[in-house]
Nanobody, 125 residues
Framework: QVRLAEFGGGLVEPGGSLTLSCEGSGYVDHRYSMAWFRQVPGKQREGIAAIVNDGTVVYPDWVAGRFTISQDKFKKTFYLQMNSLQPEDTATYYC???????????????????WGKGTQVTVPS
């Protein structure tokens, strides 16, 4: 069974940087598409970055180069490097994975069957 666990959340000052990690266990391997999402209470979970089924890295336009997704060579841990953090980045950050997610669906939550429990990132105003 695939399990995901996020690490690295915390309090960071505006303009600061933070790196989140997501450790996979079970059958997760290089075949899996992996993504980061975030959610603020009362709002929908939004996609931040993804590595999809063909290995393509995808970001929504609003990321504008501030966030970078990467994965280790054994493909069981992936990361989200976040720079220039602002108060509006305060949210719970989740990692997600599943097989065969196409680029067109990189940020469609329904494509991902495996989720971590989330880690809180707080950027005070």
């Amino acid at each position: 069974q695939v399990r995901l666990a996020e690490f690295g959340g915390g309090l960071v000052e505006p303009g600061g940087s933070l790196t989140l990690s997501c450790e996979g266990s079970g059958y997760v391997d290089h075949r899996y598409s992996m993504a980061w999402f975030r959610q603020v209470p009362g709002k929908q979970r939004e996609g931040i970055a993804a590595i999809v089924n063909d290995g393509t890295v995808v970001y929504p336009d609003w990321v504008a180069g501030r966030f970078t997704i990467s994965q280790d060579k054994f493909k069981k841990t992936f990361y989200l490097q976040m720079n220039s953090l602002q108060p509006e980045d305060t949210a719970t950050y989740y990692c997600a994975a599943d097989l065969g997610v196409p680029r067109s669906s990189a940020f469609d939550r329904t494509w991902y069957g495996y989720w971590g429990k989330g880690t809180q990132v707080t950027v005070p105003s």
